[in-house]
């Protein structure tokens, strides 16, 4: 950690990045972050491949994450949050690897150890909470601003403090970011409070969607490009949706493909997103490791170029290892 706050001090302009497709912990993290390498006067650009989630939109300075980044040579530093690889920052991956100095702060389970530094706790309930730690240690103040993207980090990484990762850190965080302004209703209505009809309409049809293995251990939801196009949703309108497939009497693993297709994903034929969700008695970032992505013991993914009959067919034949 010395180290790394070390060679902050003599940074002078700072690229973060968190993974494609973000959640709530990368853009939190990010955003914590970027405001505190700005708050020891540094240049800073935050970046993320993908638009931000709705969701999170309400965080203060999420308008200041971009998705285009200037020449690798313009950065002395390059700081890379909540990814178990370089890769999962997207595209802009070979060119980042040429930053001097990259610095890598992560909790996952399943991360390479890339980069010159490196931050990594993998008993952390979210990166968030490694943000946090790093900040505190720097002796910079926490702003409200940070505050309430730390707590939304955490709270969302922790499933609202449902999940096996919660601890007794994420519970003494939270509490401080309260103290120092952040409101739980008003963060937990805008993360969980409304859905719009065209997300009810797809949660119906991912349901739909749902099939079993033969052992009755193993559940895949499957959402089409079509089915998002039909109800006019967005990638970011299927957070959560693999909780429903999880939740079924006597499943230990649950699957949820969602497929990018044709034009819309700039590939020909069907690339997908697969995310993985366990009982608790399985190690699905293992699972996901085969398939070359990464996650957690109890939650993982990864990106495949393939056709979804297919892709099921091998997700399927798992299911007779459970």
């Not at 970046?47 to 950065?75: G, H, K, M, T, W």
């Amino acid at each position: 950690m010395n180290q790394i706050i070390a060679h902050l001090l003599k940074s002078k302009h700072v690229f973060l990045a968190s993974h494609i497709n973000p959640d709530g912990d990368a853009v939190g993290s990010l955003i914590a972050m970027g405001l505190a390498v700005g708050a020891l006067n540094k240049n800073v650009t935050m970046y993320n491949e993908n638009s931000l989630p709705a969701v999170y939109r309400f965080l203060p300075s999420a308008n200041r994450i971009v998705r285009q980044a200037n020449a690798p040579d313009d950065y002395d530093t390059a700081i890379i949050l909540d990814c178990g690889s370089l890769k999962r920052i997207g595209h802009i991956h070979s060119a980042i690897s040429r930053v001097p100095v990259m610095i890598n702060i992560d909790h996952h389970i399943t991360n390479t150890g890339f980069g010159n530094l490196n931050f990594i706790d993998t008993s952390a309930s979210a990166t968030a909470e490694i943000v946090y730690r790093l900040i505190r240690r720097m002796g910079i103040m926490i702003s409200r601003s940070m505050a309430l993207s730390i707590y939304t980090g955490i709270l969302t990484d922790t499933g609202s403090f449902r999940f096996a990762n919660t601890s007794r850190a994420a519970f003494d965080i939270c509490s401080e970011m309260m103290g120092l302004g952040v409101d739980p209703y008003d963060v937990a209505q805008h993360v969980y409070g409304t859905y719009s009809l065209g997300r009810i309409k797809l949660l119906n049809l991912a349901i739909d969607s749902i099939e079993i293995s033969e052992n009755g251990k193993l559940s895949v939801m499957t959402l089409y490009q079509s089915m998002l196009d039909e109800t006019g949703t967005h990638a970011e309108d299927t957070d959560g949706f693999i909780h429903y497939a999880k939740r079924i009497e006597d499943i230990k693993i649950a699957v949820l493909i969602r497929e990018f297709s044709g034009k819309k994903n700039k590939r020909p034929g069907s690339r997908c997103h697969v995310s993985l969700r366990s009982d608790g008695t399985i190690d699905v970032s293992e699972i996901a490791a085969t398939f070359g992505g990464g996650g957690h013991f109890n939650a993982a993914g990864f990106n495949i170029d393939s056709g979804i009959v297919d892709l099921k067919k091998r997700i399927f034949e798992l299911a007779r290892t459970i």
